[in-house]
């Protein structure tokens, strides 16, 4: 499917997702309570079939919390991006994606860890690099560690 | 006084015993947690962290040209890979065109560091089943690639070779005569390579049907790179998504049906085949020109996000940037081959015994500071 078709497809799906024009890849936002149904929908779907999640990615911009899901079609060979963010930075929390990739368990983990973004329905949702007792989470923004972060 | 245990309840119990942080065959510092009944898995739990630098958050801090010699430090095998995937990303992000020459040299480096690696892993994984000879022929033959790297780049292992918009340095007046000399010798010496262990009845034992994992199993897990292939999943990023010169040569993308740890281990043997095979199809024809392009001073990306995937060693390695317009990034995300690899691990072990364990992690490849970054 070729890029315009994909964007037709999900605006049938889901009408109040927002795709911003110019983007290199073609980028999808939605709204954190709908991104299960529509990733689950794109996976099963036999047209668009994205059964491969390739990278989990939080970002914090200081002011909101958002993640970032690279998504591709191993047979159809067609990659887009998908967009959710919210404004609760100090809990925020989305739905796990582990139910339809489970490659998301790691990912998910890993921003649990150094981003706090808590999961939901996520089988193990532990630290994965720190330890269980660290205080705060290293790639906030407004983390700070006076010891092992020098400010230049 | 304690209650006695009769040795059929001991039998029936199911004990955690820990592999690491240091062990032989983690071939780094990760820790697996183990829950065996009697010599057989039934779970495997791993801990990592324990090399854990910071290099997302430092990235933070740094201009892009500084970040790449963070990059040599994640997957120390693929170095020149971990570099690629930055200064694409950042050639992507600004439009600017490269010089054929400098593709030219990507490819050829990019491969052979790609046979290093799996010679490596060759010698590291035939030394994990008891061939301790292996270790000698692996290393042996790798020393050749890397004086050839240390003559171009300056440096043997960590190299910082690319740079946005070109490489650091041209290549050496001998580098092409060097690299034929190498694939000459190599070709004779790589079939050894079978002769010494792929043939060999203990080693096949070993690794036959040990540690399966179906192809729908490795997409939905993400396991890429040769284990990937090894399931029969065509994950090869040099064909789904080209860059550097991937789309002009020809190569087979190797593919095996069987997902045990012995198809990972042919992938491995075929691609350094392959590897040889692009190298040669490149190294008489590098165009005269430029190794760089004309860069300024100050790299300042564009505000938004931008990815770029590359195939290094292992698997797929991709770098993720954010950027708000200034001289450093908001966020860099490098999804790690290894981290993700190692997810399926637990799947492959099971109910096989403790010892096809090493053989099964051996055959993941994995490397620690990649994993933990």
């Not at chain 2, 199809?281 to 001073?297: F, H, R, S, V, W």
């Amino acid at each position: 499917m070729t890029d315009e078709q994909i964007k037709e497809k999900i605006l049938k799906i889901l009408p109040e997702v927002e795709i911003p024009e110019g983007k290199p890849t073609l980028t999808v936002i939605v709204p954190p309570d709908k991104l299960f149904t529509l990733a689950k929908e794109l996976k099963e779907s036999p047209d668009t079939s994205f059964d491969y999640l390739i990278c989990l990615t939080g970002v914090d911009y200081g002011k909101s919390m958002s993640v970032f899901y690279h998504i591709t079609s191993t047979k159809f060979n067609h990659t887009i991006i998908l967009k959710t963010s919210t404004q609760n930075r100090e809990t925020p929390a989305f739905d796990s994606v582990y139910s339809i990739w489970k490659t998301a368990e790691y990912h998910e983990r890993e921003a649990y860890d150094l981003l706090g973004i808590t999961f939901n329905n996520h089988p193990d949702l532990r630290r994965m690099f720190l330890d269980e007792d660290w205080v705060g989470h290293p790639l906030r923004k407004d983390y700070s560690d006076p010891i092992n972060i020098v400010e230049r | 006084m304690a209650e006695i245990l009769e040795v059929k309840d001991i039998a029936q119990q199911e004990y955690l015993i820990n592999m690491g942080p240091q062990h032989p065959s983690t071939h780094g510092v990760m820790r697996l947690v183990v829950s065996l009944n009697g010599e057989i898995v039934k779970n495997v739990q791993p801990h990592c962290g324990y090399i854990h630098r910071g290099i997302e958050k430092m990235c933070e801090k740094l201009t892009y040209p500084q970040i790449i010699h963070l990059t040599d430090r994640m997957d120390y095998l693929s170095a020149h890979m971990n570099n690629a995937s930055v200064c694409l990303t950042v050639e992507k992000a600004l439009g600017i065109e490269i010089p054929e020459r400098v593709k030219y040299i990507r490819t050829i480096m990019d491969e052979l560091q790609r046979i290093a690696s799996h010679q490596l892993w060759w010698c590291a994984f035939g030394m994990d089943l008891g061939g301790l000879t292996c270790f000698f022929y692996g290393l042996r033959d790798r020393e050749p690639i890397l004086d050839i790297f240390e003559e171009s780049t300056g440096s043997r292992l960590i190299q910082s070779y690319y740079t946005p918009g070109g490489l650091m340095n041209d290549i050496h007046p001998d580098f092409q005569k060097k690299v034929k000399e190498f694939i000459k010798y190599f070709r004779k010496i790589l079939p050894e390579y079978d002769q010494l262990l792929t043939g060999n009845v203990i080693f096949q034992e070993r690794t036959k049907g040990i540690g399966i994992l179906s192809k729908e199993e490795a997409i939905n897990r993400g396991l890429t790179g040769p284990s990937g292939r090894g399931s029969g999943f065509a994950c090869d990023v040099r064909k789904r998504a080209p860059y550097h010169l991937y789309d002009k040569v020809d190569f087979k993308e190797c593919l095996y049906e069987e997902g045990d740890t012995f198809a990972r281990y042919k992938v491995r043997i075929d691609e350094m085949w392959e590897s040889m095979k692009i190298i040669e199809q490149l190294i008489d024809n590098i165009p005269e020109g430029d190794y760089t392009a004309k860069m300024k001073a100050v790299i300042k990306l564009p505000e938004g996000e931008f990815f770029q995937r590359v195939e290094t060693a292992r698997g797929e390695l991709i770098c993720f940037i954010v950027s708000d317009g200034n001289k450093n990034p908001l966020r860099v995300k490098f999804r790690s081959p290894n981290l993700i690899n190692l997810a399926s691990l637990n799947v492959m072990s099971k109910d096989f015994k403790i010892a096809d364990l090493v053989a099964i992690s051996g055959s993941l490849d994995l490397v620690i500071p990649c994993m933990d970054r």
